[in-house]
């Protein structure tokens, strides 16, 4: 398997842009989760999907940021209008129902100027 | 999930032992201990779990106390390559159930 998937690795956008950063789960997994991290505020859960469904999106930030998941392969986290406050480090990371553990992607490196 | 205390930073010597210390007092009778580590630049890494017993696996070993209110992350034979931040996390073993990550203990591995 070729694990978790996320792109872009890189990107960069203007203020006020939109962004949407895109994850594909290892197949088989059933739990999806969305992580920022930030020197500030280390990892942090953003939303997190059971069966393609949203469980917990208690960690999103503001409305500019939504977070789908069509079908049990693809996932995506949208930000719109960006700002420079969300340049951080983006995580995607599914797991089994058994909760072993989790598979982390590497990440997507995004930077808002 | 139950909160854990780590030290911030530790240095370990090429080759040595690294033993990296957890204290999870307020753990739950059925809440395992996971530990992750991340390596710059990339996702945390699963590296080891365990409930009530020591568990060992070919990253590492984790030593849980018979109170169950800490534990320690043992790398036998630290190399440069092992140099990251270290997350001990407690958590139930629920199906899709979060992972919430703390500060870690930052792990410096030197020549």
């Known amino acids: 398997d070729a694990g978790v998937i996320q792109s872009p690795r890189h990107e960069v956008t203007e203020m006020g842009q939109e962004v949407t950063l895109r994850c594909k789960p290892i197949?088989?997994?059933?739990?999806l989760f969305w992580y920022r991290q930030t020197m500030m505020r280390g990892l942090e859960l953003l939303i997190y999907?059971?069966?393609?469904?949203?469980?917990?999106d208690s960690g999103m930030p503001e409305d500019r940021f939504s977070a789908k998941m069509p079908n049990a392969s693809f996932s995506t986290l949208k930000i719109q209008p960006s700002e420079p406050r969300d340049s951080a480090v983006y995580f995607c990371?599914?797991?089994?129902?058994?909760?072993?553990?989790?598979?982390f992607g590497s990440g997507t490196r995004l930077t808002v100027v | 999930d139950a909160k854990t205390t780590q030290p911030p930073s530790m240095d370990c010597a090429e080759g040595r032992a690294a033993n990296l210390p957890c204290n999870h007092s307020?753990?739950?009778?059925?809440?395992?201990v996971y530990w992750y580590r991340q390596i710059h630049s990339q996702g945390p890494q699963y590296i080891i779990h365990?409930?009530?017993n020591n568990e060992t696996n070919e990253m590492a070993s984790l030593i849980i106390t018979e109170d169950r209110k800490s534990s320690t992350l043992i790398l036998p034979h630290a190399t440069l390559r092992d140099t990251a931040v270290y997350y001990c996390?407690?958590?139930?073993?629920?199906?899709?159930?979060?992972?919430?990550f703390g500060g870690g203990t930052r792990l410096m591995v030197k020549p």
């Open positions: 990371a599914s797991s089994t129902g058994t909760g072993l553990g989790y598979t």
């Open positions: 197949s088989g997994h059933n739990s």
């Open positions: 999907f059971n069966n393609n469904v949203p469980i917990d």
């Open positions: 307020t753990i739950s009778g059925n809440e395992y």
């Open positions: 365990g409930l009530k």
């Open positions: 996390i407690v958590r139930l073993n629920n199906a899709g159930n979060m992972l919430t």
